[in-house]
Nanobody, 119 residues
């Protein structure tokens, strides 16, 4: 079993910055990918940014140049630094990991953290 604990969400004015984090714990043998999704009211959940085991980063076009994903392998923690925030970035942000545990790859989700950007 894997537990994901997210933190760092909140309310910020447009143009401001926030950093959210997600710490994974449990009997993890290996982490394949760690990523962040978001879901705004009335919209589908969308991938925001991903980082692979090797450190390759991928971003949604809407956040390129503003958001940066990073990870600390020693802490099994992934971060999302969000700069130049816009009201349209308002959403619940979910951490997702694909990990090798108990002999197989599994997907786990965090509980979500609210990010609200005021205009």
């Amino acid at each position: 079993q894997v537990q994901l604990v997210e933190s760092g969400g909140g309310l910020v004015q447009a143009g401001g910055s926030l950093r959210i984090s997600c710490a994974a714990s449990g009997s993890i043998s290996s982490i394949n990918v760690m990523d962040w999704y978001r879901q705004a009211p009335g919209k589908q959940r969308e991938l925001v940014a991903a980082i692979t085991r090797g450190g390759t980063e991928n971003y949604a076009d809407s956040v390129k140049g503003r958001f940066t994903i990073s990870k600390d392998n020693t802490k099994n923690t992934v971060y999302l630094q969000m700069n130049s925030l816009k009201p349209e970035d308002t959403a619940v942000y979910y951490c997702h990991v694909n990990v090798y545990i108990a002999g197989m790859w599994n997907n786990y989700w965090g509980q979500g953290t609210q990010v609200t950007v005021s205009s």
